[in-house]
């Protein structure tokens, strides 16, 4: 009787744990505000509110506008070599 009893309140315990688990997992957070909005890209296309010109590793802090269109053709290059590899085309 007691290694039943105790194998059933360890389970209770152990589904009382998960449901305080999970409920945190809703519980909201406080987030910090951080901008990654960089002034000299604020025209580009595909720059959206709230974020605005998402560069979150810094790539572009010290980029001209040149280094900018190059990295965005590349992006799109890479972008199409991969929805065609996907297709099974390469």
């Known amino acids: ?6 194998s ?6 152990t589904i009382l744990a998960s449901l305080f688990a999970s409920a945190a997992a809703f ?3 406080k987030v910090a505000q951080t901008s ?6 604020d ?7 709230p974020i605005g010109f998402f560069d979150p590793l810094g790539m572009l802090d ?5 280094q900018f269109d190059r990295l965005r053709y590349v992006e799109i290059k890479h972008g199409r070599i991969a929805q065609l590899a996907f297709l099974g085309n390469i």
């Open 1 to 6: 009787h007691t290694h039943k009893f105790q």
């Open 27 to 29: 519980a909201p957070s």
């Open 36 to 41: 990654t909005t960089l002034n000299a890209f």
């Open 8 to 13: 059933l309140f360890t389970m209770k315990l």
């Open 62 to 66: 010290n980029a001209s506008q040149d």
């Open 43 to 49: 025209a580009e296309l595909g720059v959206q509110a």
